[in-house]
């Protein structure tokens, strides 16, 4: 989980590095930017890892997770240092787009990956302390340019993307281990016990009767076919609609975050003071929605955070003191990225272990497409001129819309006959 986690800190930093340097992209002279141009381009490395998502997601059932983890890293790596070179926008966004391959792949197998290692009760809280090291990456990110930006430029800011090529991936090679139910689904029984042994792993036995496993010996690709199973049709596709709501708040809040606060009247290091607090929130808050989700059902937490989400961001327009507008961002950042944590959890334990990263894979994937209309809808609703408040109410709008679709998932079929969360707790009291 701890290499897991460090892979999202990277991530994070090199997706949301983007926001925090776009008020120095914009004022950047030699490239001109509009808002407009400038949201394209943040919608690029997003449309990158739509791609990424859809094919990594399919494949890391196939060739295995350690060796997708250990090739998107080197990968996403060495095009932040190409986004450090680049010496025209066009070749920036191009970059980007590079870069976005490699960082939508490694998501749905690091993912996978911790789902798979943690302790059957505790995998939405283990998922939520993972995933918060993208909010990890954010506060980096925020800190960074408050201190380099003004003096070093924005162009430093993509040098430290590279730093993952010599201190995470020596690691993961040495440490990290491939996924147990890949080794069983591929007959490697031995080298699937001892791992299973070594960190007191269940080897988790499909149903034969489950779409996924009446799949097997059908094709490699059996485990993408089982999502439109009977079975797992409507879910998947909650699941996408979901996933699509909740990424389009996570990089339109956090793209363009700063640059709506600065049109409020805030400077620069107040402005991107915001955005820190936005992933900080996410921080502390989505470890203990987790732990929530994990006592009292993951469905009624991940649509309570919606809600709470749309609601913070709403109050958001109206001019509130400094530090009440800093609550409101913190919950936001638990509503927006937290959110999308739990929703990720969420689709992950509903499928069986064979097809896991595959459906999560492509959820993430298809929701990459709102990830990719976040920053556009953000530059959009800031070149209208209708006013800053504008963009709190259509994300608060969206949030509403997110936490319907949560609570129309049904019953995973692999869910397990014992009483429900809310049984359980009743029991505990």
Same mark, same amino acid.
Do not use: H
């Given at each position: ?262 049109? @409020? %009247? ?8 915001? /955005?820190?607090?936005?992933? &900080? !929130? #996410? $921080? =502390? +808050? ?66 069986? @272990? %064979? ?8 959820? /993430?994937?298809?929701?990459? &497409? !709102? #990830? $990719? =209309? +976040? ?55």
């Amino acid at each position: 989980m701890a290499l897991c986690g460090l892979t999202i800190i990277f991530d994070g930093y090199d997706l949301i590095v983007y926001g925090a340097v776009l008020p120095a992209l914009l004022s950047y002279e030699p490239w001109g930017l509009t808002p407009v141009q400038a949201g394209a381009i943040g919608s690029y490395a997003l449309i990158g890892m739509l791609i990424g998502a859809l094919v990594v997601g399919t494949i890391t059932d196939i060739v295995g997770r350690r060796k997708i983890m250990l090739f998107c890293i080197t990968w996403f790596s060495l095009a932040m240092g190409l986004c450090a070179m680049a010496p025209s926008a066009e070749l920036f966004g191009f970059f980007r787009f590079i870069a976005g391959l490699g960082l939508g792949g490694v998501v749905p197998t690091a993912i996978a990956l911790t789902i798979e290692y943690a302790p059957p009760d505790w995998r939405t809280l283990a998922n939520s302390i993972m995933f918060s090291g993208y909010s990890v990456g954010g506060i980096l990110a925020a800190l960074l340019a408050i201190v380099l930006l003004p003096d070093f430029g924005f162009r430093t800011m993509f040098w430290i993307g590279l730093l993952p090529l010599v201190t995470l991936v020596p690691l993961a090679w040495k440490f990290l281990p491939e996924s147990v139910g890949f080794l069983a689904a591929n007959g490697r029984w031995e080298e699937a016990e001892a791992l299973a042994r070594r960190y007191g792993l269940p080897l988790e036995r499909e149903d034969a009767s489950s779409p996924a496993a009446s799949a097997e010996g059908q094709g490699r690709l059996a485990a993408l076919s089982s999502l439109f199973s009977r079975s797992y049709v409507v879910p998947t596709l909650l699941f996408w609609f979901a996933t699509f709501i909740g990424l389009l708040l996570v990089y339109g809040f956090n793209t363009w975050l700063p640059q709506i606060m600065r049109e @409020a %009247g805030y400077p620069l290091g107040s402005a991107l003071s915001f /955005l820190l607090v936005l992933n &900080l !929130g #996410a $921080i =502390l +808050g989505t470890p203990v929605a987790g732990a929530l989700a994990d006592r009292f059902g993951r469905k009624r937490v991940t649509t309570i955070c919606f809600l709470a989400a749309a609601m913070c961001i709403g109050l958001l327009s109206f001019p509130l003191p400094v530090l009440g507008l800093y609550a409101l961002v913190a919950v936001a950042g638990l509503g927006t990225i937290g959110t999308t944590i739990l929703v990720n959890a969420y689709c992950a334990q509903y499928y069986p @272990a %064979g097809s896991r990263a595959t459906g999560l894979g492509w959820a /993430l994937g298809i929701g990459r &497409l !709102g #990830a $990719i =209309l +976040g920053p556009i809808f953000g530059g959009f609703i800031a070149a209208s001129q209708l006013g800053f408040e504008w963009n709190f109410y259509a994300f608060a709008v969206l949030a509403v819309l997110g936490g319907l679709l949560i609570l129309l998932v049904p019953r995973s079929p692999t869910e397990r006959p014992s009483a429900p969360a809310e049984e359980r707790v009743a029991q505990t009291i």
